[in-house]
């Protein structure tokens, strides 16, 4: 779709309400396009205006939206927020009235829209006034509010219970059996670079080592560890007690309440990894069927089958986990409405404390993305993620925290859900970046959280684990950076205080 602004330069805006609103359409800023957008903004001296005109599939919608001129105090007249969001709003009443549809999300365009009530909650709102938000500023579908303000109370109540001094740490294993169909992850299968997988643990050990230095001269304390990648059980039971161990020696851990790790593939637990990381203090396991349909599983490339997840959820539960999490997606090639039911319904019928429900993302790099591969209709994924809901809520679970995706089947969301009491605190952290969280190894991503602010600072590991087997300056580098970033926000802090 061609993009037209006069009056502005917000581009970021309309691209991000282009792709909430017309997935498959890509912005065309020069020469011709059958669809087009324009986008102006004028300003009065009561008024900031924007308008949207679009030209369809040979027919013209239009919208608008404005703001008080006098509510731009301080901001740019050209991308300020308050601009953008007008520019969003016209665009979206256009968009919607060609559509024919509002999306589950409104007018959001963010991934993380349990953050709006979130602050609104934070500021002292009441729930009606930050559902209000959802409602009257994005107009947010009435079940997508629910979702977002059960999110927000449990984000509010995970960030009551942190302490100032700590913060968590990923721990990221880019090494999987086979690659997945929908996977973007840079992730080397081990058939590939076994060769690799010796010299990554001894870089990664050193790493630990030297940020675990870092952490100590900061006085930060870890209180989640969530062990990622990639799929970390694809490495032996001795690679993991001797990566566990130095975790453990290095880092101290006394303070942390939380351990996760994911064995998503069945093909790669055993019960002699499993005893390992219980013996090292691992409290929580991610067993991911993503299907239990054994050709859909075949169609993603996994290795296993349905069978195989019974039988890795039975070691899982015999080795004495307390918390296990199981992921499904709705939404993949191949799956029904009524596949992804039968799933979930065996999903919730082994009773894990945890159960993610993703929807599908088309990601740059996967193989999905290449082949173009043909996807369930929105309205299919729409019912698998109704189904979910209810079947949950039935079985006594409740969403705690969520995020959205580029590229999403029908724009919808990723929601974690738990039994009452097994809220995993790592993820909301991560997701609603309630505090630090700390990446080492290949491919994570260091996001640090200024106390005050809420400016985020991100610091990216390597992703290849051929890069991360040379990257020690580079490694060294972040956590000089990180260092100063805790320097700096502790200096903030005094200065505050003594004023
Ligand atoms: S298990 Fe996860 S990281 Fe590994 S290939 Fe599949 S989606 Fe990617």
């Not at 991000?16 to 087009?36: C, H, I, K, S, W």
């Not at 870092?214 to 990622?228: K, S």
Request: glycine content about 10%; overall charge positive; aromatic content about 8%.
């Amino acid at each position: 779709m061609k993009l037209i602004f006069k009056g502005h330069a917000c581009k970021y805006a309309a691209e991000q309400m282009l792709l909430t609103l017309f997935p498959g359409e890509r912005p065309v800023y020069a020469g011709e396009d059958p669809n087009v957008v324009t986008l102006t903004l004028s300003r009065a001296d009561t008024w900031l205006t924007a308008r949207a005109v679009l030209d369809w599939q040979e027919r013209r919608y239009c919208g608008g939206a404005r703001a008080p001129s006098a509510s731009l105090t301080g901001e740019p007249l050209n991308d300020g927020r308050i601009v953008q969001k007008i520019l969003k709003l016209a665009f979206y009443r256009a968009g919607t009235a060609a559509l024919g549809y509002e999306p589950p999300w409104g007018a959001m365009t963010g991934v993380r829209p349990v953050k709006i009530p979130t602050k609104a909650l934070a500021r002292g709102a009441s729930e009606a006034e930050a559902e209000a938000l959802l409602r009257d500023e994005y107009r947010v579908s009435p079940l997508r509010r629910r979702l977002a303000m059960d999110c927000a109370r449990a984000s509010l109540r995970a960030k009551a219970s942190l302490r100032p001094d700590e913060v968590s740490l990923y721990v990221g294993i880019p090494f999987c059996p086979t690659r997945c169909a929908y996977c973007s992850f840079v992730s080397a299968g081990v058939g590939r670079s076994l060769s690799l997988v010796a010299s990554f643990l001894e870089q990664l050990q050193a790493e630990i080592a030297g940020m675990s230095g870092t952490l100590r001269d900061l006085g930060l304390r870890v209180r989640t560890v969530y062990l990622g990648g990639g799929t970390p059980t694809t490495l032996t039971a001795p690679q993991l007690d001797v990566l566990l161990g130095a975790l453990r020696r290095e880092t101290g851990l006394d303070r942390c309440t939380e351990f996760t790790v994911e064995a998503g593939r069945p093909d790669t637990i055993t019960a002699e990894k499993l005893a390992v990381l219980r013996a090292h203090g691992v409290d929580r396991v991610s067993v991911n069927p993503q299907s239990m349909d054994d050709r859909v599983l075949r169609a993603m490339g996994r290795a296993h089958q349905g069978a195989d997840i019974l039988r890795a959820f039975e070691l899982v539960r015999g080795a004495g986990f307390p918390c296990v999490n199981m992921d499904l997606i709705a939404g993949l090639p191949a799956d029904s409405a009524a596949g992804f039911r039968s799933s979930l319904d065996q999903v919730i019928a082994l009773g894990p404390e945890n159960i993610t429900v993703h929807t599908l993302a088309l990601k740059k790099g996967s193989r999905l993305m290449e082949e173009g591969a043909p996807l369930p209709l929105d309205s299919a994924v729409a019912e698998m993620l109704a189904y979910a809901w209810s079947a949950l809520t039935a079985a006594g679970y409740a969403p705690y925290y969520l995020y959205r995706q580029k590229y999403m089947s029908g724009s919808f969301e990723n929601v974690g859900w738990t039994r009452p009491g097994f809220e995993n605190l790592y993820n909301l952290c991560m997701m609603e970046e309630l505090h630090p969280v700390i990446a080492l190894g290949g491919g994570g991503v260091t996001k640090l959280v200024d106390p005050v602010g809420g400016r985020i600072v991100r610091l990216s590991n390597p992703k290849y684990p051929q890069e991360y087997l040379t990257a020690g300056e580079k490694l060294a580098a972040k956590r000089e950076k990180l260092a100063a970033f805790f320097r700096a926000a502790a200096a903030d802090a005094e200065g505050r205080e003594e004023g």
